[in-house]
């Protein structure tokens, strides 16, 4: 799988990934071979380019849930890019509650984990996109710290307003995504401050949601407009998730951090990150679970054959090449091996070995 820039599509390619309109509507299924028209129309779409296979490359496994996923953040981007430029307009925002309320009946009442999929993003829809998984994220750990359906709105609400202020930056620092110097981190303040000036009572947006953004701001940069209080869990929450998705999200110009690296950051920053939310998190999104492929510290590629569920990043994993078996829950293997990495496709799924898998559980 290869990712292709719309000006270098060619008639004839295979494309990868579905894509839809803002409806949800289908217009391309995966391994369709583009036309002409499709070439004009992904240009008129505004797309950056296609993740296309190769000419003998199967197409890759994907559930029912993973297309239903891709499919919901696609007409969620739209929705939330009509509704933040409203309100940067001084309009009341007409479906910001109901976008909410769609997040919370997908993926806010859940009772199994996710495969939490990335998608590319450029300078113009990287607040978009990073407010709807932000605000997924959020809808999921909410769950498991037994949110109430108020607790549950006023927090993703407050994830898909949160960076509205980052919608104001001069094109110069946007560009840098969240990779700023000190000097940037200024200007990101003052415009953050402003964006938190729009979310007020007369824009329909109740203060309970303004003042979890608020801290939100106070965290990541040290000031805020109002005096915030005591931390709320919610704003503990949408940390959490606002960090997960910033480090793992697809940028163009830079390679993004493994989920298993994130998930190791926030574990190892107890004093910065609540230890139950971060559980939360990995409670919520598929990372080490059986047929993954993964790197250990010894060199060896191998499969994850049973998840831990009392410490994630300590499986039971079976190595392709010695075909050998360590359960890295025992302390004595641990010392010598850990997972270092995940393996991944080109477009940042997570690399599933289901013929292996099936193989060793039919040997057991």
């Known amino acids: 799988m290869i990712f292709v820039k719309s000006e270098d599509l060619k008639y004839g390619m295979r494309i990868a990934k579905p894509i839809y309109n803002k409806s949800g509507v289908l217009l391309y299924e995966r391994n369709t071979r583009l036309t002409l028209q499709g ?4 240009k008129n779409f505004g797309l950056l380019g296609l993740y296309i296979l190769e000419p003998a490359e199967p197409v890759p496994p994907m559930t029912e849930e993973d297309l239903d996923f891709e499919r919901f953040q696609t007409m969620a981007v739209f929705s939330i890019r009509e509704e933040l430029d409203n309100l940067i307009a001084g309009k009341e925002p007409v479906n910001l509650k109901r976008l909410a309320l769609a997040i919370i009946t997908n993926y806010g009442r859940l009772d199994h984990k996710i495969a939490f999929t990335q998608n590319l993003r450029s300078t113009t829809d ?3 996109k990073h ?3 932000t605000a997924i994220l959020c809808a999921l750990m909410s769950t498991h710290v037994h949110f109430t359906p108020t607790e549950q709105e006023e927090l993703v609400m407050a994830a898909l307003l949160h960076d509205i202020g980052k919608l104001l930056l001069p094109n110069k620092i ?3 995504y969240d990779d700023y110097d000190t000097n940037d981190l200024i200007i990101v303040r003052k415009f953050q401050s402003d964006g938190l000036g729009l979310i007020r009572p007369e824009m329909g947006i109740d203060s309970g949601i303004r003042r979890i953004v608020a801290q939100i701001h106070k965290m990541e940069y040290g000031d805020s407009r109002e005096d915030t209080g005591k931390i709320l869990k919610a704003s503990k929450i949408l940390k959490v ?3 997960f998705d910033t480090m793992t999200c697809m940028k163009l110009k830079q390679e993004a951090v493994s989920e298993i690296a994130a998930i190791k950051y926030l574990l190892l920053n107890k004093d910065e990150f609540d230890e139950e939310i971060v559980g939360a998190l990995v409670k919520s999104i598929k990372i ?3 047929g993954v492929c ?3 510290t010894n060199k060896e590629k ?5 998840e831990n569920p009392q410490n994630i990043l300590r499986p039971i994993v079976l190595t392709f090449a010695s075909n050998q078996i360590y359960d890295l829950s025992n302390n004595g293997i641990y010392r010598r091996l850990q997972i270092v990495d995940i393996m991944k496709t080109m477009d940042n799924r997570i690399k599933v070995d289901r013929e292996r898998l099936e193989e060793y559980m039919n040997q057991r």
């Open 39 to 42: 070439i004009e129309s992904v």
């Open 126 to 128: 990287y607040i978009y």
């Open 131 to 133: 407010v709807i998984n």
């Open 174 to 176: 946007r560009e840098k």
């Open 241 to 243: 998730a606002n960090l």
């Open 288 to 290: 080490l679970t059986p």
């Open 294 to 296: 993964i790197e250990l």
């Open 302 to 306: 191998g499969l994850v054959i049973s």
